[in-house]
């Protein structure tokens, strides 16, 4: 994988933060310009600690940086996006991987809509995102269901990858390593090196 050498990557974790077996965990212990959003110890339903938490791990890095968001992490993106944080113009992509769609009732063991209302998460913000991505959807997403999610990427602008049939790409699904994050985060590192014209739709070769 191939990124400029002054560009790290920013690790968004969904709302059980960092668990051990994640891709996501892996990934970061992987690569040596890699760091996360650190886990909340307090307030962790908080929409708005949950920003402030990647809007303070922006502000302690030097230069440019891709994120790379999983699950609920994505809608933390969005939020922060929409949040308009003086962190936005150091982005320089991100990777989108299975967003969980708060706007519908999740499986047992989630939090309910009324829950997420009240912690601040609804609605998803909406619009093109001011920075290149890539949104990485499962065809049978417990927490997303496809359309869904090719939906927010055409809301924000992103290039879709269609993963086929990955679940929640969590460990209950098998994920653990997940070698595609790697080759995903290098061809957008390569397309934001040489931007597509916009919109952005369909996936990026």
């Known amino acids: 994988m191939h ?54 791990a922006m502000a302690a890095i030097d ?6 968001a999983h699950s609920a992490g994505v809608m933390i993106t969005a939020h922060w996006v929409h949040s308009g944080s003086a962190h936005l113009g150091r982005v320089r992509g991100a990777l989108l991987a299975t967003p969980a769609d708060l706007e519908r009732p999740m499986p047992p063991g989630y939090p309910d809509m009324a829950t997420l209302d009240q912690h601040g998460w609804l609605p998803v913000p909406r619009g093109p995102l001011p920075f290149p991505a890539l949104l990485a959807a499962s065809r049978n997403d417990p927490l997303a269901a496809f359309e869904r999610a090719a939906d927010l990427a055409g809301d924000w602008g992103c290039w879709i990858e269609d993963l086929g049939e990955v679940g929640h790409l969590n460990p209950a699904a098998g994920f653990g390593p997940w070698p595609q994050a790697k080759a995903l985060i290098a061809r957008l590192a390569a397309l934001t090196a040489h931007p597509a014209p916009s919109p952005r739709n369909g996936s990026p070769r």
């Open 63 to 68: 230069g440019p940086v891709m994120l790379v």
């Open 3 to 56: 990124l400029p050498s002054d560009t790290t990557i920013l690790i968004v974790p969904g709302l059980r933060d960092h668990v051990a077996e994640h891709w996501q965990t892996l990934l970061q212990a992987d690569l040596p310009n890699a760091r996360s959003v650190p886990p909340l110890e307090i307030d962790k339903l908080s929409r708005e600690a949950r920003v402030a938490a990647l809007d303070a």
